[in-house]
């Protein structure tokens, strides 16, 4: 059976989803840790001057009402951000990222969800530029809605995996590729992404790229773990967050971002935001969160 990244329903169960819509998913746990940990990536490249590209290959609608129907019918908000949002305290390292959602929501009422490609227009600079690939043409009409006012905001309703070979190297020379798929079915997606990396490696060796893939079971990501472990990054980085035991096929358990070429004290920041993440959004005893090397450093 096919099946997708995160379930229409329910995240307690697997189900056949095509047209991913992100917006029964934004805000997720998934989503909080993607976004932060793009955060710390979009920190630590703008520590310097020089301008940068974000390269988005699977942008979806930018922002999300989470009092509309589809964040509405699953909930999944409500054990992500909606436990960080009203929360009496936040813990250090999450304070970015939590000050970031505050800042779409300016009446301190939790309504809106960004998405990544709001999120990194908000965090770059005047000099930087935002390419942005959505293949649904509803979803990439509404991004370019949101951005339009943005001239440094290029949407673009095109294959997000075709766009990288084409658009490769950035004329900045300096940036981050997020790719962020669906995983409706996910064989194909680890695949896409392993001959996507490959070609992206011979234009552009020197880019960051982050990888956000879902865990089910460890055992089934061992291949493509092997596969950045042998190159042709020479560095790789794993970052990796359970909220159930990686026990049932069936459930999202988890999530994980690869970072290949991975910007200086990232893996510092990173190993400080796990903890309070797992601390933050933990939904069994078993939770867990490592961060460790593929390859490298
Ligand atoms: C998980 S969502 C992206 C969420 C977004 N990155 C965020 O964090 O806010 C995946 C999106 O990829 C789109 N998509 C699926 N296949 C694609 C492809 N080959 N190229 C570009 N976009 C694609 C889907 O329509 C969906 O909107």
Redesign the pocket.
């Known amino acids: 059976m096919p099946v997708c990244?995160v379930p229409i329903l329910t995240d307690s169960r697997f189900a056949v989803a095509m047209?991913?819509?992100?917006a029964f998913?934004?805000g997720n746990f998934a989503?909080v840790f993607?976004?932060a940990i793009l955060l710390e990536l979009l920190d630590a490249l703008t520590a310097k001057a020089k301008p940068l590209c974000y390269f988005?290959?699977?942008?979806?609608?930018?922002r999300y009402a989470l009092d509309e129907v589809e964040a509405g019918r699953t909930g999944e908000w409500r054990e992500g951000i909606g436990r960080l949002f009203n929360a009496p305290s936040t813990p250090a390292p999450l304070q970015r990222y939590v000050a970031a959602i505050h800042a779409c929501n300016p009446d301190g009422s939790l309504r809106t969800y960004p998405?990544?490609?709001l999120l990194a227009a908000n965090a770059l600079r005047a000099n930087d530029r935002l390419i942005l690939?959505?293949?649904?043409p509803d979803?990439a009409a509404a991004l370019r809605r949101l951005l339009r006012n943005d001239s440094r905001a290029h949407v673009h309703t095109?294959?997000?995996?075709a766009a990288l070979h084409a658009l490769l190297p950035p004329t900045e020379h300096r940036g981050l590729v997020?790719i962020?798929?669906?995983f409706e079915t996910q064989d194909n997606d680890f695949a896409a992404i392993e001959a996507a990396l490959a070609q992206a490696h011979a234009r552009w060796p020197s880019g960051v790229y982050a990888v956000?893939y879902p865990i089910k079971s460890h055992r089934t990501l061992a291949p493509f773990h092997r596969h950045f472990a042998q190159g042709p990054f020479d560095r790789a980085l794993v970052a990796e967050l359970l909220v159930y035991p990686d026990d049932s096929p069936l459930r999202l358990n988890g999530c994980g971002m690869l970072i290949a070429n991975p910007p200086w004290k990232v893996d510092v920041a990173l190993a400080n935001l796990l903890p309070a993440l797992q601390q933050a959004l933990v939904r069994s005893p078993a939770a867990a969160q490592r961060l460790h090397w593929l390859r490298g450093d």
Do not use: F, I, V
């Open positions: 990244r047209n991913y819509r992100h998913h934004a989503d993607k976004h988005d290959t699977h942008a979806a609608r930018g998405g990544s490609p690939c959505e293949s649904q979803e095109r294959d997000g995996y997020l962020d798929p669906p956000w």
